[in-house]
């Protein structure tokens, strides 16, 4: 049987308690493949609080919600970055029983096309530097791999990820 088609749609308030579940099981797949723990890693997506979601919502930009089937299956959040140029894309979550049906890539396609409505110039992204399948995902979705660092406030080394965008006009 084929999957439902999926849509995607600007999140609203009443979306927050499911997208935090998406986003922590979304999330706790990566934490098991790379042996993170909420005792070793709490800040970690996959141990998020509502309010550590409430406090990503006020600043990670727009929160964006992929449903199948009537049911939200993935999210993302998408916004501004802080070069004042491009926008980035924070947290994009799809339930692994909803994965490999192209609803990250459809909230990926939905945040360019908000960034390039907004006239930004790049769609950013980091991720686990160790998640070499994620990396390679977004390397065949366009974004070109920018750096490799070990953030002060991190135990673990960040890939940073650039889509460059064609401005609306």
Known sequence: ???????????????DA????????GFATVA??????????????????????????????????????????GCCFAG??????????????????????GIGAGLVRAAAGEAVRHRAGSLGL???AANHRLGRWYHELGFELVSTTRPETLPFDVAEYRLHLCRGS
């Open 126 to 128: 980091s991720i686990v």
């Open 32 to 73: 098991e493949e790379l042996g993170f723990t909420a005792a070793t890693h709490p800040r970690f997506p996959a141990y998020w609080s509502a309010e550590r979601f409430a406090r990503a919502r006020g600043r990670e930009g727009q929160l964006l919600v992929a449903e199948a089937g009537g049911v939200v299956v």
């Open 18 to 25: 499911v997208c935090l579940q998406v986003i922590r099981a």
């Open 1 to 15: 049987m084929a999957a439902p088609p999926s849509t995607i749609r600007p999140g609203t308030p009443g979306d």
């Open 80 to 101: 501004p970055g802080p070069d004042g140029d491009g926008w980035v894309l924070n947290r994009l979550a799809v339930l692994p029983t909803a994965r490999h049906r």
